[in-house]
């Protein structure tokens, strides 16, 4: 797949008459993983500049060097590349990637899901959805990259893969024969350019609340850095666009706007709309929701086996999207009808009839990835309906470190007019002072809601505790980590997961 250094220099506009035959084999932006005849992409971060190890990469065997500053005095005088300054090195980066892969994205599908909330569970829902209508589909998301025939996650430390990494899984997923993919598309991958050069089959939100207000200082920022996808779309050449939007979203006005002519608009929500709940019943066990679809005059009845509210708008995020992508409705409800919940996401957490045969004397155990204000308002929402009269909620959540903190008060507040009994803790403190997040949380808790407020700073204790006074029936849930296996210190990663801390306090409970 190798490309000359003049094509590369085409696609940026960059003329290199002297070094255009030479071809480079490999592109990369961290110098430990250059291999001879790599481009070394110079990407300034926020503890590592890129431009400090151009030296290091140039020994390893780098044939070119990607860089939005000057070519330095003191290169390497032996050095046989060339030197391509641009304006922006991780757009550069995301268009080479692009084109070195041979611009895979416009061979599938590709289906981009943006919001505060509710993007991994909505991709999961359309990877189902659509495999098993018989469209090979592959997933991108927080918990990894997959696709049929390559069953385990591949772990690309980020919602979004790095715009490198992106276009040559993409390419290996059209190698497969897949034809559509789900990706989640965070505010900071599109940002940072992590998806510069997709071609968008369509772009959609599932909503827009604080967060990530550490990166974007302003939700005006955040709000107009979502909007990137829908730009990513208008400049796709992908045939049958979609554009697909939550009607009930304050920011909606903003995203309809956005959306290019050559996309067919699909809204969804309680208010008026093209998929549009009538009626929603829900249950410990799923939802019921009588829905007005573009497909046909009559209403649908669908069985949701996924609880609460929020997981409404997800599903009809993905209904959407999946119409778009030429799936009945009735299509869509058989293939629902077997999807399974995703993990971290309102997990029911119990232990088996093997492990235990007193597990109806043992609380209701949930564990979710609810870290936004918004995002913990809803699943307490949905938990609230299911605690039965007389039995206590008890909420254990914490805030992440190195992260927005203007939203830890906020959290607090939220858990603490829905719960019955708070517990703060700590969540993955990363270089911050866990103690001080907890300070911060807790300015967030009214003088009246004292008395229901615990403090444990050790996550496994918090949980361990909780579940030992809660009584049978009552509801805990664990939220902030999720699907999480570990837990992210100032010095070291630890391994640490909610669900089997949870089942270790169930059993010593018993």
Not at 267 to 280: L, M, R, Y
Not at 474 to 496: C, N, P, S
Request: one cysteine or more; aromatic letters at 6%.
């Amino acid at each position: 797949m190798a490309k000359t250094i003049e094509e590369l220099g085409k696609v940026l506009g960059i003329e290199v008459p002297d070094l255009g035959a030479l071809e480079i084999t490999g592109l990369a932006y961290n110098s430990k993983e250059i291999k001879a005849g790599d481009a070394f992409f110079c990407i300034p971060g926020e503890k590592f500049d890129g431009n400090k190890f151009i030296s290091d990469a140039i020994k390893a065997g780098a044939l070119l060097i990607v860089s939005e500053k000057d070519k330095p005095d003191d290169l390497d005088k032996d050095f046989k590349g060339a030197y391509f300054k641009v304006e922006c090195v991780r757009e550069s980066m995301g268009r080479l990637a692009s084109y070195f892969f041979d611009n895979p994205s416009s061979k599938l599908r590709l289906l981009g899901v943006t919001g505060t909330n509710g993007k991994t569970t909505t991709t999961h829902i359309i990877e189902h959805v659509l495999n098993a209508c018989g469209h090979k589909t592959a997933l991108i998301g927080t918990m990894g990259v997959r696709w049929p025939g390559k069953a385990d996650f591949v772990d690309t430390h980020h919602t979004t893969p790095q715009s490198i990494d992106l276009q040559k899984l993409l390419a290996q997923m059209v190698e497969d024969g897949v034809s559509h993919a789900a990706m989640e598309v965070s505010s900071h991958a599109i940002s940072l350019k992590r998806v510069e050069g997709c071609q968008f089959a369509c772009a959609s939100l599932t909503n827009l609340t604080q967060d990530h207000l550490d990166f974007h200082k302003t939700m005006d920022e955040y709000r107009h850095a979502k909007i990137g996808l829908w730009d990513l779309l208008s400049l796709s050449n992908a045939q049958n666009k979609s554009s697909v939007i939550n009607k009930d979203d304050p920011s909606l006005i903003y995203f309809t706007q956005a959306t290019p002519e050559s996309a067919r608009l699909f809204t969804f929500g309680f208010k008026e709309s093209d998929f549009q709940v009538i009626s929603a019943k829900y249950s410990g066990t799923g939802t019921e929701i009588v829905l007005k679809t573009p497909e046909s005059k009559d209403e649908v009845k669908l069985t949701l086996p996924l609880l609460g509210e929020f997981n409404v708008y997800n599903v009809l995020t993905a209904m959407a999207i999946c119409y778009g992508e030429g799936v009945s409705v009735s299509q869509f409800q058989k293939a629902l009808s077997t999807f399974e919940s995703v993990p971290g996401r309102f997990q029911l957490v119990a232990l088996t009839e093997n492990e235990s045969a007193n597990e109806k004397d043992t609380p209701i155990c949930i564990v979710d990835y609810a870290h936004t204000p918004d995002g913990l308002e809803k699943i307490l929402k949905a938990a609230r309906p299911m605690v039965e009269d007389g039995k206590k909620l008890f909420v254990v959540f914490g805030c992440g470190g190195d992260r927005d903190p203007m939203k830890r008060p906020k959290m607090a507040e939220v858990a603490a007019s829905l719960a019955d009994q708070l517990i703060i803790t700590s969540d993955n403190p990363r270089s911050e002072d866990p103690d001080k997040i907890i300070e911060d949380i807790l300015v967030g808790i009214d003088q009246s809601k004292k008395d229901a407020v615990a403090v444990e700073a050790d996550r496994r204790t918090a949980i361990h505790e909780t579940i030992a006074r809660a009584q049978a029936k009552d509801m805990v849930v664990v939220a902030g980590k999720g699907h999480e296996t570990y837990q992210i210190l100032k010095d070291r990663t630890i391994d640490f997961n909610d669900a089997e801390e949870i089942k270790i306090a169930l059993k010593k409970r018993l």
